[in-house]
């Protein structure tokens, strides 16, 4: 104690300054007795705030999911009251064979599923059988769920919604909404509309509105000793349903609780062992209930090192305080050199743009002694010495040899002219050979004699890295142009690209006296695909349908297009007739041989193709009135091509789909032009 005495006299020369430094650790000490308590009653406090905000988001799930269903009731219920419509049903169930009221049935039948964005929508008979459907007739019955539901609907005279499920009928989960139509009091029949749960339903129990990585909604029912999940779990590799057996999920889980009565915030682990906080409700007039629940390590991450970092800063202050009372004199000097040290660096910014906005350098032309007299900068950019004098010669062989011929016409141009001179062009640095783009100014003075020019006048900029932009800028917009000629869903070429290609390669026909073929391919019962498996499996089948057709066309000039919906086109330059229906069944069989599954195509187990071919001679002739509706790009007279593959694509539906029909005059030679 003795050693440090005289320090403490100097550190704390008067009493009152050792009293401010009494009363300081006190303060520090009562401070640091208090954290503990602080803490504790700030950590309840973000546990309910945590709490509500569970609450609030389970809500407003839970009313998502009361509007979504609640909504579908209102479009059945606006269908039942519909008397017009229902006055149509009754009239085509009698006579379905009348086309006219068909048709007007189907569009009523459309304008419900694309309104209401229905999946599918049936017309049906007071006995289940289907009859109709917006892209036409169909057969078949009801599923026995809905056979049971539409006789409680036609008995109680009032829609019947069937709770989410799967069946073998649709290839996806589903909402049926049965929907009986009376004429008078005697029933006529019912619409069946189906709603694909994935696209509908699954994406309001997807979203959550705070950042939460381990946040999850799960709605879920209990079938005996099983509890089903509609909604696919966030956490699961499992897609579609979950089905948990109640023994082996854990007693403190939150799905176990909620199936035996528990309601409101619960705590405990879930299906992947994590301990938890969950709230749970149940959805009205339904057996499902809610489930919204994220992991408590997750919920409190943040808020206890925000709590610690914000408890912490009383200390960290009275720490600071006291640094800054030891270190005041090394500060002042520490300020004073951050000052220098900044000020020193913004005057060498300055100067630094000063030299680069200064990188433009001038040049004055003696014409009398061929030879340029030149500024520090100007030598600098050729990457000469600074002597400040460039020979014609030297000048001359600096330039690219390209553009050597036209930069010393467009001088000697100017010259003789006597008109300002602007020109960009390449040079060749003297010292490093390095290629850089110049921008070159110039004027003219006259010397005494008023017909001669004595010399000229001008700025030289260096412009490398404008041109580089630029030419980066070009590549950007035809990367750009490239696009729009692609199918974003197929990735394949679009109509657009197969319309310029059909251009270029008619022109080349004509020129080389070469055959040109088109193929016509139609993807067989495509809408019957869609409706049984979904407009998401029905993309990835063309996507499928798409990549094989392209890998059988793959020769230079061959291109394969999306010519629209389920249809696709192929160009085959220099391909006869015999060659071009190879190449189709080649298509057909890739095709098959994908083994796509289709249970409703009436030609095969599996996805098939029909092919229409023609091919046809291009030659340079009067151009005939042939008419192309489609696109101002293509010529009238190749017009033909897709004609007559239109044509044989319709025999070879009719002859049974799934084969390749070439066009009966198949090798044509059709009189063309330059357009």
């Not at 440090?4 to 100097?10: A, D, G, T, V």
């Not at 799960?218 to 509609?230: A, P, W």
């Not at 004098?389 to 930069?407: C, G, H, K, S, Y």
């Not at 030419?471 to 197929?490: C, G, H």
Request: charged share 20%; net charge negative; aromatic share 8%.
């Amino acid at each position: 104690m003795p050693l440090f005495q005289p320090f403490l006299r100097r550190l704390l020369p008067t009493w009152r300054s050792r009293l401010w430094l009494a009363l300081g650790l006190l303060a520090l000490g009562g401070i640091l007795w208090g954290l503990p308590q602080v803490y504790q009653s700030r950590e309840e406090h973000t546990r309910h705030q945590i709490e509500r905000e569970l609450h609030a988001i389970n809500y407003l799930q839970t009313q998502s999911v009361l509007d979504w269903r609640e909504q579908r009731l209102i479009d059945a219920s606006a269908l039942v009251d519909d008397s017009l419509f229902t006055q149509s049903a009754a009239q085509w169930l009698q006579v379905p064979e009348a086309t006219v009221l068909t048709h007007r049935m189907q569009e009523r039948l459309r304008i419900l599923q694309e309104r209401a964005k229905y999946t599918a929508v049936y017309l049906t008979d007071p006995q289940g059988q289907l009859w109709l459907t917006p892209n036409g007739s169909t057969t078949g019955r009801l599923p026995t769920p809905e056979l049971q539901a539409l006789e409680s609907a036609l008995a109680q005279a009032q829609v019947t919604v069937l709770e989410p499920r799967r069946d073998a009928f649709f290839a996806f989960p589903f909402l049926s909404v049965i929907v009986p139509l009376f004429e008078g009091t005697e029933p006529v029949g019912a619409i069946w509309l189906v709603s694909d749960v994935r696209a509908s339903l699954y994406t309001k129990l997807q979203t959550w509105p705070t950042p939460r990585e381990t946040a999850e909604s799960i709605l879920l029912s209990r079938h005996g000793d099983e509890v089903r999940t509609l909604n696919p779990l966030r956490h699961s590799s499992q897609g579609g349903t979950t089905v948990f057996q109640l023994a082996q999920l854990q007693a403190d889980d939150p799905i176990v609780q909620a199936v035996a009565g528990a309601r409101g915030i619960l705590y405990g682990h879930d299906y992947r062992g994590h301990h938890v906080m969950a709230m749970v409700s149940a959805v009205s007039d339904s057996s499902w209930i809610m489930v919204s629940k994220i992991d408590i390590a997750e919920a409190f991450a943040d808020t206890q090192l925000r709590e610690i970092l914000a408890l912490s800063l009383p200390v960290s202050l009275l720490l600071l305080l006291a640094g800054l009372v030891f270190a005041y004199g090394q500060r002042r000097a520490w300020r004073r050199e951050r000052e220098l040290k900044t000020q020193l660096q913004r005057n060498m910014r300055w100067l630094e743009g000063a030299q680069k906005a200064a990188s433009v350098g001038y040049f004055a032309l003696d014409l009398a002694q061929e030879q340029f007299l030149m500024s520090s900068m100007a030598t600098e950019i050729f990457g000469l010495p600074n002597t400040g004098v460039l020979t014609l010669e030297d000048w001359m062989r600096a330039i690219v040899p390209e553009d050597r011929a036209e930069v010393i016409h467009t001088h000697r141009q100017a010259i003789d002219e006597r008109t300002p001179l602007r020109l960009q062009y390449r040079i060749q640095r003297l010292d490093n050979h390095e290629q850089r783009w110049l921008e070159v100014w110039g004027e003219y003075e006259n010397g005494h004699d008023a017909n001669q020019v004595a010399r000229m006048i001008g700025t030289i900029q260096d412009i490398t890295e404008r041109k580089q932009s630029e030419q980066e800028l070009a590549n950007y917009r035809n990367a750009l142009e490239e696009k729009v000629r692609l199918d974003p869903m197929t990735q394949i070429p679009n109509r657009r690209a197969l319309d310029e290609h059909v251009l270029l390669e008619w022109h080349r026909a004509m020129r080389n006296h070469t055959p040109l073929s088109l193929l016509m391919i139609d993807v067989d019962y495509f809408k019957s695909y869609n409706d049984h498996y979904g407009h998401v499996a029905g993309d990835e089948c063309l996507r499928q349908v798409a990549t094989a057709i392209a890998a059988c066309a793959c020769r230079s000039g061959e291109l394969a297009a999306r010519y629209g919906g389920e249809e696709f086109s192929v160009l085959l330059p220099g391909n006869d007739a015999a060659q071009a229906q190879r190449t189709a069944e080649c298509i057909r069989a890739a095709i098959e041989a994908l083994a796509l599954e289709h249970r409703h195509s009436q030609v095969a187990a599996c996805v098939t193709i029909s092919v229409g071919v023609t091919s046809v001679q291009p030659v340079f002739a009067p151009l005939p009135q042939y008419h192309c509706a489609e696109t101002d790009t293509v010529p009238q007279a190749a017009h033909i091509l897709f004609t007559q593959a239109d044509e044989a694509l319709y025999q070879a539906k009719q002859q049974g789909r799934n084969r390749v029909v070439a066009y009966q005059d198949s090798t044509t030679t059709v009189p063309g032009a330059d357009v």
